[in-house]
């Protein structure tokens, strides 16, 4: 179990990616990414889409500042990037788009869990502790489902999913909402219904989950992995949800189905997922992650394919980047992608037209 804990912890961002496979024709994805910062370096990164622009942020490797740049679907650059004001980052943030400004989730003091507000220039609005965690050993998750801005974390001393709930002005509504005692949190998003749905870790397995606005289950949990190194993406789509791991043997697996059945997973490939991110689109999911090629964990290889709705990759598994430790998507409609990603620790971003 320590193990599990410690590769989510070394996933950051939370995001993915595996090597060459037997079958891959090894094709390259047809973008042409740009540089985020000109003289920068970051080793995650993470991005939110307003509906009509993107906002980038990460972390600089030198000095743990968050760094942010908000740039238009076409490339070009409305706000360039700037220094947030907000405290140091021990872990990059997770973000989303409230409607009004970008919240913000991540670990500062190292471990204590803060949710912070920057507005569309890049200026911070506000700025909160949502929970101490004195062993220094707690990651956050933030999700905006249309009213309520869900703040998820875990507590690696006690093995607790936790859940808070705010306003979209950062007003608490509520104390914090123990989820599941003996689990910990691996990855959190809004239902587009209202409330959220998360995957969870527990010593038998992982399972998915759907609260409701107050932190209360929805659902009765649904075990999608069986003791699975580690959990690294969730997507939630109209019918279907799919989670990208790690099987014990370290194959990277995607698995999909309702609230109320899993289908079987479906084995991506054997190399080891170093982090991951997917999306949700009409017809299925579109996945990005990161595979161990050197044997050291990260950096490694930047692939992406799109699957449908059982899981199944219905585009080869293209080549995006060597020397990649951190990846990030938003789906801007249907047939639209934006990828933001590090190469090399430079933070870049490409928007593109699904494969």
Request: hydrophobic fraction near 45%; include cysteine; glycine fraction near 10%.
């Amino acid at each position: 179990m320590r193990l599990w804990i410690i590769a989510l912890l070394a996933s950051g961002c939370g995001r993915i990616g595996f090597g060459p496979l037997a079958d891959d024709p090894g094709e390259l994805l047809p973008i042409a990414p740009f540089r985020l910062s000109e003289l920068g370096l970051s080793t995650c990164i993470e991005m939110a889409w307003s509906g009509q622009d993107l906002a980038v942020f990460w972390v600089d490797l030198f000095d743990n500042r968050l760094r942010f740049a908000r740039v238009a679907p076409d490339g070009t650059t409305i706000v360039p990037e700037r220094l947030l004001g907000l405290a140091d980052a021990f872990t990059c943030p997770a973000a989303v788009w409230t409607g009004t400004s970008y919240a913000l989730a991540w670990s500062i003091n190292g471990g204590d869990i803060a949710l912070g507000f920057v507005d569309t220039a890049g200026a911070e609005t506000a700025d909160l502790t949502v929970a101490l965690s004195p062993d220094n050993e707690a990651l956050g998750s933030v999700a905006w489902d249309g009213n309520v801005i869900g703040v998820g974390y875990m507590n690696v001393t006690t093995m607790t999913t936790y859940f808070r709930a705010f306003a979209a002005d950062a007003t608490p509504l509520g104390g914090a909402v123990a989820v599941t005692p003996g689990a910990y949190l691996g990855s959190m998003t809004a239902l587009a219904t209202g409330g959220f749905a998360l995957v969870q870790g527990l010593a038998s397995g992982a399972e998915y989950l759907e609260l409701g606005a107050t932190g209360n289950p929805t659902t009765t949990p649904v075990v999608v992995a069986e003791r699975p190194y580690g959990v690294h993406a969730l997507a939630r789509g109209p019918d279907q949800f799919a989670v990208a791991y790690e099987a014990l043997d370290f194959s990277a697996t995607v698995r999909t189905g309702t609230p109320a059945l899993a289908n079987p997973p479906y084995l991506l490939g054997l190399p080891q997922m170093i982090g991951a991110d997917m999306v949700s689109l009409r017809d299925g999911f579109v996945l990005a992650w990161i595979e161990d090629t050197t044997g050291e964990y990260t950096p490694g290889e930047l692939r992406f394919t799109r699957l449908d709705a059982m899981g199944t990759p219905v585009t080869p598994i293209y080549h995006v980047a060597d020397g990649s430790s951190a990846v990030s998507m938003a789906a801007l409609d249907d047939t639209t992608l934006a990828i933001a990603f590090t190469e090399g620790n430079v933070p870049k971003l490409a928007v593109f037209q699904t494969p």
